[in-house]
């Protein structure tokens, strides 16, 4: 980790004596093991490992941010950096950089995890739990991630992190048309529920045999929490200052204002133990627990400090990564952690109690109409299990939910104590933290 700070310094201190005025050195280290596997068997074992710079740079109100990967020669490429930012153009929504004296609560990461050299034998016991649910075919990834940072600031940020965790996705059939989806998301490798979370995956498959095409028109819908992660990856971007900002939010102009039902309490808080654990945010700032919708009313937009400054308020440690990602912009606030606080409910008790509705396993292709209002349709994927009269009576498939967004948490009358974390591809990131869920009388027309 002291070499990393190394790093960070040097280029910080090489680009500020080129002429920046504000810097931000991220330097990153990751190895990450990755399993691919279907057909009940490995197929690809990969590891990798990257280690390279974010830099962030203003002079005056001109910006540049770029990706650094040879570290051999860092000042040189901070120098050069710096040469880029003089003759960008100039940036009419950059307001500087965090500054304070800040102290970080430090993350370890598990040894366990650090130390696992042959994480394959939890496939084997993934696929093992599917077969024993009558799975006929299985398949999925397994990521074992080490990540080693430090951040060294104009603003006096200067500091280290670290983290490991697994993320298991299992997908499992019992027929063609019959799947069902588990997941294991863990800090802890002795949090790593293999097994079970493959016997979820295949007794869902087992529940989801001979679909019927599902029927159109209003019916409650029980959200399994990998379902309600592909929600939460939109709903939670619309949180923030820059999509506020931009138009592509359905929260625009609501805080104070009841957007969710009163059972709706939604936090970011990268600082619980998780897989999306970490002290600081992308500009140095410590991350800390931000209440966003408190018993269904909108509290805060996520922010970091330049658009804090635009909308006359501090940030909340929520500045994103700086140079572009395949699901960000660069420099945009970003939830870290999504987290809806749980209920009281048993999911037993929300099937018993719902008269005309799906039990849904999970969705993709989530897609908005209108970003501003919150038009959207969503696919649901993998088990469909249909209920009436508090009875689950036989799968479906072939649906879609055709709502709109707001009214989907408006709606929402039933969370369960038990929560799981959650992160799946792009169609459930950021990872979170979630309960089952009830809708009531949500629109389902036909996918096909």
Request: charged letters at 25%; proline letters at 4%.
């Amino acid at each position: 980790m002291n070499e990393l700070k190394g790093i960070a310094q040097e280029l910080l201190k090489a680009a500020q004596a080129a002429g920046a005025e504000d810097v931000i050195a991220d330097v990153v280290d990751t190895t990450v093991n990755q399993i691919r596997f279907s057909n009940r068997r490995i197929d690809v074992s990969n590891w990798w490992n990257e280690k390279h710079a974010v830099m962030f740079v203003a002079v005056g109100d001109r910006t540049i941010s770029t990706d650094l990967r040879n570290l051999e020669r860092a000042s040189e490429a901070a120098r050069a950096v710096v040469e880029l930012a003089k003759r960008s153009p100039r940036n009419k929504n950059y307001f500087g950089i965090a500054s304070g004296r800040f102290k970080y609560v430090r993350s370890r990461a598990d040894k366990q995890i650090v130390n696992l050299r042959d994480p394959s034998r939890f496939v084997h016991d993934a696929i093992r739990g599917a077969e024993s649910e009558g799975a006929i075919d299985v398949g999925g990834t397994m990521f074992v991630r080490r990540e080693g940072r430090a951040i060294a600031t104009t603003g006096g940020a200067l500091g280290v992190d670290e983290a490991a965790s697994i993320d298991l996705s299992v997908r499992a059939f019992s027929q063609a048309e019959a799947s069902g989806h588990s997941l294991c998301c863990t800090s802890r490798l002795s949090g790593l529920k293999a097994k079970e979370a493959g016997q979820r995956a295949g007794e869902l498959a087992r529940k989801a045999r001979d679909p019927v095409q599902g029927e159109e028109g209003k019916f409650d819908i029980i959200m399994e929490p990998l379902l309600l992660g592909s929600l939460v990856n939109s709903t939670s971007m619309m949180m923030t200052a820059l999509r506020v900002e931009i138009g592509t939010s359905m929260f625009a102009n609501k805080i104070g204002e009841r957007v969710a039902s009163k059972e709706v309490t939604f936090v970011d808080d990268p600082t619980v133990d998780s897989i999306s654990r970490r002290a600081y945010d992308h500009e140095g700032v410590p991350t800390r627990r931000n209440v966003v919708i408190k018993d269904g009313v909108l509290k805060t937009y996520l922010h970091n400090t330049s658009t804090a400054k635009k909308f006359k308020t501090k940030t909340t440690a929520n500045a994103g990564p700086l140079v572009p990602t395949l699901f960000t912009l660069a420099n945009q606030p970003v939830p870290f952690h999504c987290v809806l606080v749980p209920g009281d409910w048993k999911v037993e008790e929300m099937i018993a109690d719902t008269k005309n509705g799906l039990y849904v396993n999970n969705t993709w292709y989530t897609r908005y109409q209108n970003y501003g209002t919150g038009d959207f349709s969503t696919i649901p994927r993998d088990a469909i299990l249909r209920i009436e009269n508090g009875e689950i009576t036989g799968p479906v498939k072939n649906v879609r939910v055709s709502d709109n967004m707001l009214n989907l948490w408006k709606s929402i009358d039933a969370i369960s104590r038990d929560a799981q974390e959650v992160l799946w591809w792009e169609e459930a990131t950021p990872p979170t933290t979630l309960p089952f869920t009830r809708a009531r009388n949500m629109n389902i027309t036909r996918s096909a």
